[in-house]
């Protein structure tokens, strides 16, 4: 099993930053593990944001390519995405996940088995 936890998360204008961490343990120290981002807003479905494998490869989703960045230091076990160029639609709980494997899983929550708490970003 893997442990997620996820920190900073705030409260933004419009065209500012943030960025997220998550700081995994567990199985992840003895296992390769693809890790990603997904966001849900009040009302709607869970969305996939980005992903990354344990070699680095990513994929985006459309609505924040060019703007937001995954990476990964397999050292410390901690995933990062840096938000800039933030949106109102941006507004969302962020959840970090995992997956057992050395594939970049789509952008699909049933995908992936391991999740954070999430974290509330707000764009104004």
């Known amino acids: 099993h893997v442990q997620l936890v996820e920190s900073g998360g705030g409260s933004v204008q419009a065209g500012g930053s943030l960025r997220h961490s998550c700081a995994a343990s567990g199985d992840i120290y003895r296992t390769r593990y693809a890790m990603a981002w997904f966001r849900q807003s009040p009302g709607k479905e869970r969305e996939g944001v980005a992903a990354?494998?344990?070699?680095?490869?990513?994929r985006y989703a459309d609505s924040v390519k060019g703007r937001f960045t995954i990476s990964r230091d397999n050292v410390t076990n901690t995933l990062y995405l840096q938000m800039n160029s933030l949106k109102l639609e941006d507004t969302a709980m962020y959840y970090c996940?995992?997956?057992?494997?050395?594939?970049?899983?789509?952008?699909?929550?049933?995908?992936?088995?391991?999740w954070g708490q999430g974290t509330q970003v707000t764009v104004s």
């Open positions: 996940a995992a997956e057992k494997g050395d594939y970049c899983y789509p952008l699909y929550a049933e995908f992936w088995t391991f």
């Open positions: 990354i494998d344990s070699d680095g490869s990513t």
